[in-house]
T-cell receptor, first 114, second 112 residues
Framework: GAGVSQSPSNKVTEKGKDVELRCDPISGHTALYWYRQSLGQGLEFLIYFQGNSAPDKSGLPSDRFSAERTGGSVSTLTIQRTQQEDSAVYLC????????????FGSGTRLTVV | AQRVTQPEKLLSVFKGAPVELKCNYSYSGSPELFWYVQYSRQRLQLLLRHISRESIKGFTADLNKGETSFHLKKPFAQEEDSAMYYCALSGLSGGSNYKLTFGKGTLLTVNP
């Protein structure tokens, strides 16, 4: 597609439920990133996929968070047993794996845990 | 470790006044620096990158390696510049990983 697509755009879930967030990157972009945007916290890195390399999971806040990328394209971020502190906007971005190329961001998924 | 610091959470100026959004970074290698902008109800988008040495929407930013800074400047602010601005740093992080580290952002308000 023309841009990075994320779905759903909004998600309200009950505490303790699992949620799945989807990201469809720009065709041809080999790098894919997930970030979390919270008020006053800026953008917090979660996970990074690059081609067939092992993902960089160093930013995942707990083992309730996981992500996968199938076929080098679409990615799914899963949060198990959601907590209220998980409420945030989850942003996906993709880029060419080249120095200085910059990211293209999706419009995000606003997650609210009630 | 790589770190980006934006010391001002909020910045308010009047239309036509000069504006400078500060950004300092910490990185031991040769970094790439970026500014991203998020207008109200829009997605985060790249404003400019230091490697291009470009001016976008009247904004410029110069990488000062001695002061480890990448401040964003515009001589005459416009109301449509009101937005959240993020400074970001990309550095090699294991192999060829070009992970971006963001500052916490500065909310710029340009008053009429």
């Amino acid at each position: 597609g023309a841009g990075v697509s994320q779905s759903p755009s909004n998600k309200v879930t009950e505490k303790g439920k699992d949620v799945e967030l989807r990201c469809d990157p720009i065709s041809g972009h080999t790098a894919l990133y997930w970030y979390r945007q919270s008020l006053g916290q800026g953008l917090e890195f979660l996970i990074y996929f690059q081609g067939n390399s092992a993902p960089d999971k160093s930013g995942l806040p707990s083992d309730r968070f996981s992500a996968e990328r199938t076929g080098g394209s679409v990615s799914t971020l899963t949060i198990q047993r959601t907590q209220q502190e998980d409420s945030a906007v989850y942003l996906c971005a993709s880029s060419l794996a080249a120095r200085g190329s910059g990211y293209t961001f999706g419009s995000g998924t606003r997650l609210t845990v009630v | 470790a790589q770190r980006v610091t934006q010391p001002e959470k909020l910045l308010s100026v009047f239309k036509g006044a000069p504006v400078e959004l500060k950004c300092n970074y910490s990185y031991s290698g040769s970094p790439e620096l970026f500014w991203y902008v998020q207008y109200s109800r829009q997605r985060l988008q790249l404003l400019l990158r230091h490697i291009s040495r470009e001016s976008i929407k009247g904004f410029t930013a110069d990488l000062n390696k001695g002061e480890t800074s990448f401040h964003l400047k515009k001589p005459f602010a416009q109301e449509e510049d009101s937005a959240m601005y993020y400074c970001a740093l990309s550095g090699l992080s294991g192999g060829s990983n070009y992970k971006l580290t963001f500052g916490k952002g500065t909310l710029l308000t340009v008053n009429p």
